[in-house]
């Protein structure tokens, strides 16, 4: 049997002469949410595309649900959805053309049912019949998500599902993510902030340089920072905690 | 290669109904394509066309080949602007991360892209009848006029392709087209090429513009097209072909 969706070994890539994986190693269990983090610019993206099959490594190896990326990426796109960096809808059709796009586009069934759960699942259905051009920031990032939720893709990528919403948004991007665990989707988000990492993963794995410097459970981590690490991202939840008090939404779960 | 051949056709026909939507929900981008060939029709027939020698009774008629390429390449700009945009905003990342084939949001664009220019052309031909243009032609020769039109579309769009591919910024995208609209007034579209000065007159007489407009010309007035029409045909293949090539590559490195 299969027990990792994904599989990385010794990953290498540089854009001309700039390194910027340089030995990545790391495995992603069958049906956890996986957190890769890195601050801007520490190639998380890279490691996006290049199991997405956008882009080829350099070195190294990368399967995908049992596939080489390298040497069967069409396996690999039947097997896998991308919720890039931008969001990645078409902002002249509406939300439910977008959704009905994507299903025929995997040859669904039924195309118009599988929008219509979905638009619903997404809290999107009263906006279903507009254009996108005309949607919040939030609304298109569900949207976005809903997009790569079409077909129930066993492994589903979210590139900084969160950065640009408001702390709104974040939350219920949390939550999505959160109901896609427990039906046993494998999830592959990357985040900037531990504090998302720590909410919503079974396994953070920290790069840095070009390499997986840190590589476990929130647990496990949490060894490995200094105290004073540890109260700055305790602050963080808290500032939060109090601007959401402040709109009146409920505190965070 | 692509082993999602099975559904070619069907993801390219969903491409194309994609773009479709695009083009009826922003029929203000083919109206403002229109409008500038459209006024300088008005412009030549109604203000310049009385002091325009051109030995031709209908000037409407003699205006309209040129008139139509320049609408052709004011139109492709927006193709790479909105390649530029599907690139920019990640739906192509998307695309490119299913299993569909690579090339079929490409084509999508290329074949907005002659649909789009295919209803500008017959907005124009339709506001030019209203003008006073008249035509001779058999059903043949408007077939004729047609492929090249279409050739020429392509052979644009192509260009447009590498222009939206490779830009970094909207601007960068579209301002290609510049030149290329302003071609047409440097060829035989708006007065002879006998009346100009000898390096204008020589550069007129060896840019496409110049051949494909009286191939055209000669087409709707029913009157021998003689070797423009090989010289037209022969520009618009050879833009398409060396288009096509450094497009796609563009589309390899970059999407
Ligand atoms: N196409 C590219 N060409 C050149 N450099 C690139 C390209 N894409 C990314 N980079 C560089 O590679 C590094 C890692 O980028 P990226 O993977 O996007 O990081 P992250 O997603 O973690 O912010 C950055 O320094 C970035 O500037
Ligand atoms: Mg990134």
Redesign the pocket.
Known sequence: MLNNSIQVQGLQKS??N?P?LQGVDFDVKKGSVFALL??????????VKILTTLLKQDGGTATVNGFDVAVKPDDVRRSISLTG?FAAVDEILTGRENLIMIARLRHLKDPNHVADELLNRFSLTEAADRAVATYSGGMRRRLDIAMSLVGKPQVIFL??PTTGLDPEGRIEVWKIVKELANNGTTVFL?TQYLEEAEQLADQIAI?HEGKIIANGTLADLKKMFPPAKVEYVEKQPTLEEIFLAIIGKKEMK | METSNNHYFSDMGIMLGRSMRHILRSMDTIMTVTITPIAMMLLFVYVFGGAIQTGTDNYVNYLLPGILLMAISSGIAYTSYRLFLDMQRGIFERFHSMPIARSAPLWGHVLTSLVSNAISTLVIILVALVMGFRSSAGILSWLAVAAILVLFTLALTWVAVIAGLSATSIDGATAFSYPLIFLPFISSAFVPTESMPPVVRAFAENQPVTSIVNAIRALLSSQPVGNDIWIALAWCVGIMLVAYVFAMRAYKNRA
Do not use: P
Not at chain 1, 38 to 47: H, L, P, Q, V, Y
């Open positions: 854009y001309k700039l910027v890195g601050s801007n610019g520490a190639g998380k993206t890279t490691i960096q590139d900084e990357t790069l």
